[in-house]
Structures are given as structure tokens and as C-alpha cells.
């Protein structure tokens, strides 16, 4: 095995077996027809992998692509069911915080305790106690059995110890950082010591914009497998677009045909509204006559977009409710994500099942904790105030300059009707309903990209 390359897997394969009922196992171990009684299921397949010493590579994929299996095989917590492994090197992981604490034991024995079970001699702890401890940031309880510490408190312990050792290699599994903002400055400051001192470092996250920030070398993992390996701008770039761009000529239609999809193909039934004010309400006198029973209400095709979010939490009475909506980017084009700067335009289709006017269109973005970003209406807007009849369509076209750093935010959009006398009337309020994933360069920290800048002008000697 090179020692340039610590960690090296050859056509590595991990298959369970499952069995729907427990009696199962016994019945297959005593068959004498070696009859099966379970079902396969494949968590990794064929995976070759050649990790240079000295990078960072992070490991992206959805939900049961494989990604915490992987890293578990390489730590030898697991083992594979064929394909060979070979690592090099003392490994540092932070697979589960905490796994392997006893909650009677003081935060001392415990320090102990796990690092024992991660490979560390005691003499090597003794000289790194006071480091850890340090670190941690609860010298004060150290001494007080971990039961009685705070989920906070119990975290950064764990990382402490498994942070402060001096692994080859060090292997993390979403915890890249924990605890309160000043801990995890203190946790990225510790992780950039390790990449100056040439650690090889693997992580897994789902954030995008940390993979971009902080390694040399990505993986995507999908069904079990090696999609793409290599500069994570590219493979954060495929990762994305099978994640919320069109994956066939059927979802790709579906981009297309945003036009199309009114309740009838009457031109004359479609009204444009967007957020400069521009709205055509003049139905003519056969649509005024149309009754409720005389409509073909659309049905809601956010569930076939891509970005959509299935956990949104709507509400109101829908007299007016959005079934449509298209992400376009400057050109018009349709799209699934965006770049830090990027000219965004949601449009959304309304539709009338009663006459309405005085109505509101609003518009927030948050962040996936749901801190409110920004947020804004054609109220506040002095745009002024809209209607429609029944049978209408109308487009909302909600424009904006995707001033974010690179991450993951939530859109909702909403239609109220103004009262005077009371708090404004929900009509159809979609909160969280659409995901935005921006990308970009990752330097930078917060929610809002402040097209900052930075020069420093020589001292004039006067």
C-alpha cells in the first residue's frame, strides 16, 4: 500500500439481509434446502476509492445513498460484504458524539473512557487532558458525572476528545461543527489546524456550500454508488441538478409546459400580474355570467415540481389558491438553482374560484432554521391592490437579485384580502413551500451576500 494514499478501497460492496420476521433468520440458518427467507438489500456497490494523503474530500448524496456506511467500513466498525479495504494510519472519527460516554461516569472518566475505545493510550491523554478540557469549554463540571450535563455540554466533550487527539486521519459524519457559535468557530479553527498539517480528511454533510468551502476533492454517492468523483464545483453541480433539476424528457416537459397549464387553453382567460404592478383585469362579459359549477378548476402541480417542499404548512380559504409556479432565471429559462448574484423570477399561477379584489400578494424567504430573511408584499409594496373574477387565471411574477450566501432557503408565498376593520384575510398562504439552493464562493458567513469589498490605502506621509 503507498503511503501516498492512506485509505484505498477496491470494489467494496456492503449487502443486509432483511427479514420480515424474526423467525425467518432461524428458519434460513436450519433449511435444508437452503432456502432463502430474507430480502437484499445493497447500502454500497462496486466502490473504488484512492484517497490522496493530505486532502480534504466531502462526501454528498441524499438520504440512504450510503454515505454513513462508507465511512463506517473505513473506520472498520463495519465490514464489508465483499471488496477489499486498506487504511494506513491512526484514524480519528466522530461517526456518533458521544457513543461509547457512560452517563454515570464524571466528564473526567469519560474522557478516558473514550478516547480509549478510539485507540489513544492513557499516557497520551494525560498530556492531552488539560488541552481537551480547554477546549470543551466545561472545566467547571468536568468532574460531575456526564448525567447531569446539558445536551450542549455533553456534545462538546465528545468533540473535544475526538478533535484534540493527533489522528492521520480524521473522519467526520455531519457534526463538522457543534455547540453554540462560538464553539463551532473554535471547531472550524481546530479543522483548519488539521488540513495546514496535512491530515487526509473525509467528511459527510448535505451542505453544499461547506463541501465547497473546505475540500480539495468531492464525492457524490448515489444508490449506493460512486456517481461522480472530483472537483466539488462539478460535482456539487450534478448533485444538484438530480436533486431539483429535471431528470427526464417528462419533468423537463413539465418545465415547459408552466404555459399550458390553466384550466383551459382560452388566451383571453389568463391575466399577467407581477411586481411592478402591471395587471390586466378586464374580463370580458361572458366570464362575468360563468357560475362556480361551471368551472374547471385546476388541479395543483407544485408536487411535480422539483423544488418543491413537501412539509410546507398551508392554509386559508381558497377563493384564490397558487397551483403552479416556475423558477426562471434572468434569460427566462427555467431553473432549479441559483448563484450568489443570480436575477430570480418565481412565477406563480392563481386561480379564481370567486370574484375578489382588493387582494395582497406576499413573499418571504428563510433560512432552513426558518430565520426570516426577507420578506416583502404589494401592500407594503404601494404597488397597490389586485382582483380578479371568477374563472381567472392570473400569473404573480415575484422578482428579486439572489443576494445570499451559498446554502439552502425556504420561499412562501401567500394572497390575503385587505380588511379595514380587522388583520387581513388569508386566501392561500404556502409557507415553506418552495426550496431555493444557492451556490457559490463559500468564503463568507451569514445569510446575506453584501457584494463586500475590501482595500487598504497606503499611509500618506503628510
Not at 473512557?113 to 478540557?133: C, P
Not at 456534545?155 to 473535544?160: D, N, P, S, T
Not at 436575477?343 to 370574484?355: C, E, H, N, Q, W
Request: charge should be negative; proline fraction near 4%; charged fraction near 25%.
Amino acid at each position: 500500500m503507498s503511503s501516498d494514499f492512506p485509505i484505498e478501497l477496491s470494489d467494496i460492496g456492503k449487502t443486509y439481509k432483511i427479514y420480515h420476521r424474526p423467525i425467518d433468520r432461524i428458519r434460513e440458518m436450519y433449511s435444508l434446502r437452503r432456502r432463502v427467507y430474507h430480502a437484499a438489500f445493497q447500502a454500497l456497490a462496486d466502490v473504488n476509492l484512492a484517497i490522496p494523503k493530505g486532502q480534504t474530500v466531502g462526501i454528498i448524496g441524499p438520504n440512504g445513498s450510503g454515505k454513513s456506511t462508507l465511512l463506517e467500513i473505513i473506520c472498520g466498525t463495519l465490514t464489508p460484504t465483499r471488496g477489499t479495504k486498506k487504511v494506513q494510519g491512526r484514524i480519528s472519527a466522530l461517526l456518533e458524539l458521544g457513543a461509547g460516554f457512560n452517563p454515570a461516569f464524571s466528564g473526567r472518566e469519560n474522557v478516558y473512557l473514550n478516547a480509549s475505545l478510539i485507540g489513544i493510550s492513557k499516557e497520551e491523554i494525560d498530556a492531552r487532558f488539560d488541552q481537551i478540557v480547554e477546549f470543551s469549554g466545561i472545566s467547571d463540571f468536568i468532574e460531575h458525572p456526564v448525567s447531569t450535563y446539558s445536551s450542549g455540554m455533553y456534545v462538546r466533550l465528545a468533540f473535544a476528545v475526538a478533535i484534540n487527539t493527533d489522528p492521520d486521519i480524521l473522519i467526520v459524519d455531519e457534526a463538522l461543527a457543534v455547540g453554540d457559535i462560538r464553539f463551532q468557530r473554535k471547531c472550524y479553527r481546530r479543522f483548519a489546524e488539521l488540513q495546514k498539517a496535512g491530515k487526509t480528511i473525509l467528511f459527510v454533510t448535505h451542505s453544499v456550500d461547506l463541501v465547497q468551502a473546505h475540500c480539495s476533492n468531492a464525492i457524490y454517492l448515489k444508490n449506493g454508488k460512486i456517481s461522480s468523483e472530483g472537483d466539488p464545483k462539478h460535482v456539487i453541480q450534478e448533485y444538484l441538478e438530480d436533486m431539483f433539476g429535471p431528470q427526464s424528457k417528462d419533468e423537463r416537459n413539465l418545465a415547459a409546459d408552466f404555459e399550458k397549464s390553466t384550466p383551459n387553453q382560452d388566451p383571453d382567460n389568463v391575466s399577467q400580474l407581477d411586481s411592478q404592478g402591471y395587471y390586466d383585469n378586464n374580463p370580458d362579459a361572458e366570464r362575468r355570467k360563468r357560475t362556480k359549477d361551471d368551472l374547471s378548476i385546476p388541479s395543483d402541480r407544485f408536487s411535480e415540481r422539483r423544488n418543491y417542499n413537501a412539509a410546507e404548512y398551508r392554509w386559508g380559504d381558497q377563493k384564490a389558491f397558487f397551483y403552479d409556479y416556475r423558477l426562471e432565471d434572468s434569460a427566462g429559462s427555467p431553473k432549479s438553482f441559483f448563484s450568489t448574484g443570480d436575477r430570480i423570477r418565481l412565477a406563480a399561477k392563481v386561480f379564481f374560484t370567486t370574484s375578489l379584489d382588493r387582494l395582497i400578494f406576499g413573499f418571504t424567504i428563510k433560512t432552513v432554521d426558518g430565520q426570516v430573511v426577507f420578506g416583502s408584499n404589494s401592500r407594503s409594496r404601494e404597488i397597490g391592490f389586485f382582483g380578479g373574477e371568477l374563472g381567472q387565471t392570473s400569473i404573480v411574477n415575484f422578482d428579486f437579485v439572489c443576494s445570499l450566501v451559498p446554502g439552502e432557503y425556504f420561499i412562501s408565498i401567500g394572497i390575503a384580502a385587505d380588511d379595514d376593520d380587522r388583520d387581513n384575510i388569508a386566501i392561500d398562504r404556502r409557507y415553506d413551500a418552495i426550496c431555493l439552493p444557492v451556490v457559490g464562493h463559500s468564503g463568507d458567513f451569514g445569510v446575506s451576500d453584501l457584494s463586500f469589498n475590501l482595500h487598504v490605502d497606503p499611509e500618506i506621509n503628510s
